[in-house]
């Protein structure tokens, strides 16, 4: 275990960094394009996102994710890691003006696990063993150290190009030898039935527009249907139903506040057959009716703008 003031004096330096990038704006995509730097001075709603292959770190404050019936609460000693493309709802629920929240967020490329697998000779995960696709563990002094330093090169524009990867496949090894690292070779893993689930995953990201045949999706990925119940649920707290009702309602949100499409066609254009339906499963993940909510919606992008 490393001594505890060296690890503070590394949270020191990481919150300095990340506030000095995002001293003019909450939220910085930055030349390192799978880093993303945020910031927020007061706790937030909860907001409706899909967490894609990602880890997560606080530098200072605390958020809370909730993933079906669990939640997930993260601070500067803890990360989070998501290991497929998971329907959330996220909010910050540590921060002021006076010790704003300050965290991180760097996507996780899998072909690059599965070579670090390889290159590592890292054990493999113990067959027909499937688990949440998201989880906390404990921060360690190494991977606080390798984010700062893939920060710091943000300072040196040049450099990224050569550099960045490196740093990037040093954070990806530390997570595969870290507590969460079997979480990870499970679903790099050719073959397991964490990495069959993701194939499904993607499937109804690409089609959920269309009737969705429970059948037809387990013959996709080469399961039996109570087969991928069991294990769609275990990765992703729902089913793959439930799954597909959040990237419509998602998208149709979408529709209806940024195109202005109106609660009808919207409903129509995500594959409902019946407005009413459509309202009804509408309110009950959003906890207000489409009008009603995107109206919300737009008064609370009008005041953070004021």
């Known amino acids: 275990m490393f001594e505890n003031n060296n690890v503070e004096v590394a949270f020191e330096a990481l919150r300095k960094s990340i506030a000095r990038w995002t001293d003019k704006s909450d939220r910085v995509e930055t030349a390192i394009p799978e880093l993303i730097l945020a910031r927020r001075n007061e706790p937030s709603e909860p907001v409706s996102i899909m967490y894609e292959p990602r880890v997560c770190m606080i530098a200072q404050g605390a958020k809370r994710v909730q993933l079906g019936d669990d939640a997930y609460v993260y601070d500067a000693h803890h990360f989070l890691v998501t290991s497929v493309d998971l329907p959330t709802f996220v909010q910050v629920i540590k921060a002021s003006p006076e010790e704003p929240y300050l965290g991180l967020v760097l996507k996780i490329d899998q072909r690059e696990i599965s070579q670090l697998i390889v290159d590592s000779n890292l054990p493999p995960p113990r067959p027909q063993q499937?688990?949440?696709?998201?989880?906390?563990?404990?921060?360690?002094?190494?991977?606080?150290?390798?984010?700062?330093?893939?920060?710091?090169?943000?300072?040196?524009?040049?450099?990224?190009?050569?550099?960045?990867?490196?740093?990037?496949?040093?954070?990806?090894?530390?997570?595969?030898?870290?507590?969460?690292?079997?979480?990870?070779?499970?679903?790099?893993?050719?073959?397991?039935?964490?990495?069959?689930?993701?194939?499904?995953?993607?499937?109804?990201?690409?089609?959920?527009?269309?009737?969705?045949?429970?059948?037809?999706?387990?013959?996709?990925?080469?399961?039996?249907?109570?087969?991928?119940?069991?294990?769609?649920?275990?990765?992703?707290?729902?089913?793959?139903?439930?799954?597909?009702?959040?990237?419509?309602?998602?998208?149709?949100?979408?529709l209806m506040l940024t195109e202005n499409k109106d609660a009808t066609t919207a409903a129509f254009q995500v594959g409902y057959e019946s407005p009413s339906q459509f309202s009804r499963e509408y309110s009950r993940l959003f906890g207000a009716p489409p009008l009603r909510d995107v109206t919300n919606l737009r008064q609370m992008a009008r005041t953070d703008a004021g």
């Not at 949440?132 to 090169?153: H, K, N, S, Y």
């Open 130 to 254: 499937s688990s949440r696709g998201m989880a906390t563990g404990e921060v360690t002094l190494p991977l606080l150290t390798a984010f700062q330093r893939l920060i710091d090169l943000l300072d040196e524009p040049k450099d990224i190009p050569i550099l960045a990867p490196i740093i990037q496949r040093e954070i990806f090894y530390r997570l595969l030898v870290g507590d969460q690292g079997a979480r990870l070779r499970q679903m790099a893993s050719a073959g397991s039935q964490s990495q069959q689930i993701a194939r499904a995953i993607y499937w109804l990201k690409s089609n959920f527009t269309r009737p969705l045949r429970i059948d037809d999706l387990a013959a996709q990925v080469n399961m039996s249907i109570s087969t991928l119940h069991h294990h769609f649920r275990q990765v992703t707290a729902m089913s793959p139903l439930q799954y597909q009702k959040w990237l419509r309602l998602n998208e149709a949100r979408r």
